[in-house]
């Protein structure tokens, strides 16, 4: 019988993590999820933990020494907390997982022989000077400014990644992640549609910060998850974008949201936050042509499911609440 490959997934318990846990057990995976709960939820892989006997969670922080008994065969690097909030709460742990987390995590991969995946994001480009953006644009990031802390660990664990690649013959793949939204995001996210959504249900005004002329690419998570298998599972070897080009105002995202859930919301503006970019919408070429891979999920169909997931969870803290 042949043995089942084993992956190690950091940041596992997260909202991209916890998805990507699900999908490699059902390609036969052993999966070893690791995080150390400081943005997500244990609650999202506890159904792993009790069902899936080729499941296991360790609690650890990487940016410390990772040592893990046994084989691996892949290394998937999902750690970073990615909300706008936590850029001013813990602006540091976030340039150390970026940095020493990456580190950790591909000495782990060359110590092991494993094949290792950086998660790396669209943040890498900025306020782009270029639409769409492709993976050749180096960016428009200001590296001093409050989101400075993401783009720049996120463009150093690029860097660390390719230095590995180059300098110890590592097999690594770098998937450049653009917005992305689904079921398991936090109610207190700070991202848009988790906003949006949370403030719909509770039929709260929507804030918009500036005029919601700015555009964004909506992406499920399903659809992200397919993406990231099919990169791993590839030759390609360059930083490879997985994002929606199907771009939407922010107004018009706001105002889809408040339609899908009935709400009786109305919108706030709010002035628009420092750096934040203006357009966000990704070239999709590379993927298409290398992964055979495009977007499947339309805007509403997504915002839909995610939307019920909410209400459940708002359905499900009330009734704790009342016990």
């Known amino acids: 019988?042949?043995?089942?490959?084993?992956?190690?997934?950091?940041?596992?318990?997260?909202?991209?993590?916890?998805?990507?846990?699900?999908?490699?057990?059902?390609?036969?995976?052993?999966?070893?999820?690791?995080?150390?709960?400081?943005?997500?939820?244990?609650?999202?892989?506890?159904?792993?933990?009790?069902?899936?006997?080729?499941?296991?969670?360790?609690?650890?922080?990487?940016?410390t020494y990772i040592s893990v008994p046994g084989e691996l065969d892949e290394i998937y690097h999902f750690a970073s907390p990615a909300s706008p909030k936590d850029f001013t709460r813990i602006p540091i742990p976030i340039l150390k997982v970026g940095a020493m987390g990456t580190h950790n995590s591909l000495g782990l991969a060359r110590l092991k022989g494993a094949r290792f995946m950086l998660a790396s994001t669209s943040e890498v480009y900025g306020d782009p000077l270029v639409h769409p953006q492709p993976e050749e644009y180096w960016g428009n990031v200001n590296p001093v400014g409050i989101r400075g802390v993401y783009d720049e660990a996120k463009r150093y664990a690029e860097a660390i990644t390719m230095a590995y690649r180059r300098h110890h013959r590592l097999e690594t793949r770098i998937?450049?992640?653009?917005?992305?939204?689904?079921?398991?995001?936090?109610?207190?996210?700070?991202?848009?549609?988790?906003?949006?959504?949370?403030?719909?249900?509770?039929?709260?005004?929507?804030?918009?910060?500036?005029?919601?002329?700015?555009?964004?690419?909506?992406?499920?998570?399903?659809?992200?998850?397919?993406?990231?298998?099919?990169?791993?599972?590839?030759?390609?070897?360059?930083?490879?974008?997985?994002?929606?080009?199907?771009?939407?105002?922010?107004?018009?995202?706001?105002?889809?949201?408040?339609?899908?859930?009935?709400?009786?919301?109305?919108?706030?503006?709010?002035?628009?936050?420092?750096?934040?970019p203006r357009q966000r919408c990704p070239d999709i070429t590379r993927a298409r042509e290398t992964l055979g891979w495009e977007p499947q999920t339309q805007a509403r169909e997504g915002l839909q499911k995610t939307l019920s997931y909410f209400a459940q969870l708002a359905e499900h803290q009330e009734a704790s609440s009342r016990r």
């Open 175 to 276: 998937v450049r992640i653009f917005n992305t939204y689904g079921p398991r995001m936090r109610q207190d996210d700070g991202r848009m549609v988790p906003n949006f959504i949370s403030q719909a249900l509770l039929g709260e005004l929507l804030t918009v910060y500036g005029d919601g002329t700015q555009t964004r690419s909506l992406q499920y998570i399903d659809d992200l998850i397919e993406g990231v298998i099919r990169l791993m599972k590839s030759d390609e070897t360059r930083p490879v974008n997985i994002g929606n080009p199907v771009e939407y105002t922010v107004g018009d995202i706001a105002e889809m949201i408040i339609e899908l859930s009935g709400s009786q919301s109305e919108i706030s503006h709010q002035p628009l936050p420092e750096d934040d």
């Open 1 to 63: 019988m042949a043995r089942k490959p084993r992956a190690l997934v950091t940041g596992g318990t997260g909202f991209i993590g916890s998805h990507l846990c699900e999908r490699l057990l059902s390609e036969g995976y052993r999966v070893l999820c690791m995080d150390n709960l400081s943005t997500s939820s244990f609650e999202n892989v506890a159904h792993l933990l009790e069902g899936e006997p080729d499941f296991e969670y360790r609690d650890h922080d990487v940016s």
